[in-house]
């Protein structure tokens, strides 16, 4: 199975301000996973990251409050923009295990444990 | 109404107790279906993929019934190890659809 290492762990923040999430991946992936979950709840997809592409984001997502780059197959990166506390949440990338078909499993990274005071 | 919906919890059982977990979808163009497990503050772990066929691993049973939508987890002789949450999941093309996951608590 795919290693998935996330930086920072945890942080906290200051409204307004925005944070960048790495997800680093041990092998190639062509998509990777942006989902955010929320205290209490399950997790929710918010785009999917392919190389050399831009994202495409769920319904609910935009672009200018979660920026996310994909410079190459091993690594991407998530921005939650402009925070606040409503932007509290656990942020976990994920990658499919093996083809990337609708019959594969994802494996998640650890997560990034975001407050916003 | 959710896409995936699982029942209530949390489940509180002695050790040994057998649990069943039930889950309904509602696209039925959801292609593949998982249980995953969440510890407290950990990320979800796969813990089997779900087949029309029905598919055991150990103490765990899967069952898939495409024509009402709805996927079960059975846990036999549960364990203490097994206190986490269990969430049940539907793909669709790239994209996982969590249910809101149910708490299980085994006792001694």
């Known amino acids: 199975s795919a290693v998935i290492s996330q930086k920072p762990s945890r942080d906290i923040c200051q409204r307004g301000t925005s944070l960048t999430i790495q997800c680093q991946v041990d092998?190639?992936?062509?998509?990777m996973f942006w989902y955010r979950q929320q205290p209490g709840q399950s997790l929710t997809l918010i785009a999917t990251?392919?190389?050399?592409?831009?994202?495409?984001?769920e319904s609910g997502f935009v672009i200018d409050k979660f920026p996310i780059s994909r410079p190459n197959l091993t690594f991407s990166t998530l921005t939650v923009s402009n925070m606040s506390p409503e932007d509290s949440s656990i942020y976990l990338c994920?990658?499919?295990?093996?083809?990337?078909?609708?019959?594969?499993?994802?494996?998640f990274g650890p997560g990034t444990r975001l407050t916003v005071l | 109404r959710k896409e995936v919906e699982q029942d209530p919890g949390p489940f509180n059982v002695p050790e040994g107790a057998t649990v069943a977990f039930n889950c309904t979808y509602s696209?039925?163009?959801?292609?593949?279906f998982f249980w995953y497990r969440q510890d407290c503050r950990k990320e979800p772990k796969l813990l089997m993929s779900?087949?029309?066929s029905g598919n055991e691993d150990g103490r765990f049973t899967a069952q898939l019934n495409r024509a009402s939508q709805y996927i079960s987890l059975l846990i036999r002789d549960s364990k203490l190890s097994d206190s986490a949450t269990y969430l049940c999941?539907?793909?669709?093309?790239?994209?996982?659809?969590f249910g809101q996951g149910t708490e299980l608590s085994v006792k001694p």
């Open positions: 092998s190639q992936v062509t998509m």
């Open positions: 696209n039925s163009a959801s292609q593949s």
């Open positions: 990251a392919n190389q050399g592409s831009e994202a495409t984001y």
């Open positions: 779900v087949y029309s």
């Open positions: 994920s990658v499919d295990a093996a083809s990337g078909s609708t019959w594969d499993t994802q494996y």
């Open positions: 999941v539907a793909r669709q093309g790239g994209k996982l659809i």
